[in-house]
């Protein structure tokens, strides 16, 4: 099997319970809806997301006080956005309907055994090309080379944004049918979520120091994951 590479984040074990739930009630072609049970799902993937890539940062790399107000507040921002638009984007949905959403539980379901470390995860799906550059600026800062790569990690972590958005939150939007009003509410949350985390990264991470951009790294090392499937 190829190798593939995501960005993302292991997995609790009720967050893998529940997608592994819907996976195989969908399989087996359940007649009771959904709806219930993607909601559920959806709520606890939105806080553990949101802890991998922010929250978890603030002890990882040791944030000030004025930094760590500005990560949590954007997660707030940005769970807010996300938790008002699930029942927007489920409301009324038949089990068919839903049918290519259980699908995208099951490609960001990365599963033990096929993770390399061996273990369950939730994630975006990246080329191999970003993953080895992202791997390639780690080692880099990791040697001590930080100034001369600290723009292009700067940029990298706004990519990381941009990357996060489109493969789970745009992308499970677009694989819904949605009218007119809910797709514009769709695209503002998508909007206000990209803002929020593109000034997470210039208010926070662009200004860290040497110490904090090595911690940093190692822990964005921990977000790569390597999978074969």
Known sequence: MPEKF??????SRDLEGAAVELIDRHKRGAKESHIPLMEDTLELF?????NAFLVGTVDAIGLSGMA?????????????????LVPQLLKKKSNQELAPMVGFVDEIYVRPEEAVDGKAHTGCEIDETTYQRIKRVISEIRAGNIDANRSELTELMSLTVDLLLDGMMKRSVGLLKQG????KIADGAIATCQAAGHGVVNKVFKKLDDDQMVRLVNYFDTLLISAQR
């Not at 939105?46 to 949101?50: G, N, R």
């Not at 007119?180 to 797709?183: A, D, G, K, S």
Request: net charge positive.
């Open 68 to 84: 760590t107000k500005v990560v949590h507040s954007t997660a707030d921002v940005i769970s807010k956005s996300c938790r008002m």
């Open 6 to 11: 995501y960005l993302g984040f292991e997995s």
């Open 180 to 183: 007119f009003v809910v797709r």
């Open 46 to 50: 939105i806080p553990e997301m949101m």
